[in-house]
């Protein structure tokens, strides 16, 4: 099964959005600042997911409301993920080729500009103690045109394996 691909890079402008968009120290990275780099990946994204090549796009939708990210394009296991801001929280929803939709939540407090940390908050048609699904996972950034992130696969209640992406933004 394809798992999710995330994506997530910042120049120096959102570099200095997610710092400056920080609340106090508890409260970790703004939401809104999140979403804001997140926008900043539009375009196609292109490398290898659990060792197969992989391109993922995103842009932006609903007059800039939502982040779309499309995994697979075009082929038979194409996955989308909607990101988007719900009062001071980051919530995002993975259509998965598997037929289930995980939610997750932006941990805001462990977050940070430089690594990204979702958690599950549910979802529908799936059993997180029965079903296979992405539970969480962490995007970091590697460069302004690299990132890496590593999503949790669940099984039967506990951790199968952790998917590993690495993704450069494609320049034409």
């Known amino acids: 099964m394809k798992m999710r691909i995330a994506a997530w890079t910042a120049g120096a402008a959102l570099g200095v959005a997610l710092v400056s968009g920080a609340h106090a120290k508890d409260e970790g990275i703004a939401a ?29 939708a609903s007059a800039g409301s939502v982040v779309m990210e499309t995994q697979f394009p075009g082929t038979d296991h194409e996955m989308i993920t909607m990101y988007h801001l719900d009062g001071a929280e980051l919530l995002a929803t993975h259509y998965c080729a598997a037929g289930n939709q995980p939610r997750f939540k932006l941990d805001r407090k462990h977050s940070t500009a430089a690594k990204l940390i979702f958690a599950f908050a549910g979802g529908s048609n799936l ?13 970091a950034i590697q460069g302004p045109d690299a990132i890496l992130a590593e999503w949790d696969h669940w099984q039967n209640g506990a951790l199968d394996q952790k998917m590993r992406f690495d993704l450069q933004r494609r320049r034409d």
Do not use: C, M
Not at 40 to 60: F, H, I, K, S
Not at 127 to 139: E, F, L, T, Y
């Open 127 to 139: 059993n997180p103690k029965r079903d296979s699904h992405i539970h969480g996972g962490a995007i």
């Open 32 to 60: 809104k600042a999140a979403f804001q780099a997140l926008a900043g990946l539009a375009g196609t994204w292109q490398g290898q997911a659990g060792g197969e090549p992989a391109q993922v796009g995103y842009r932006l």
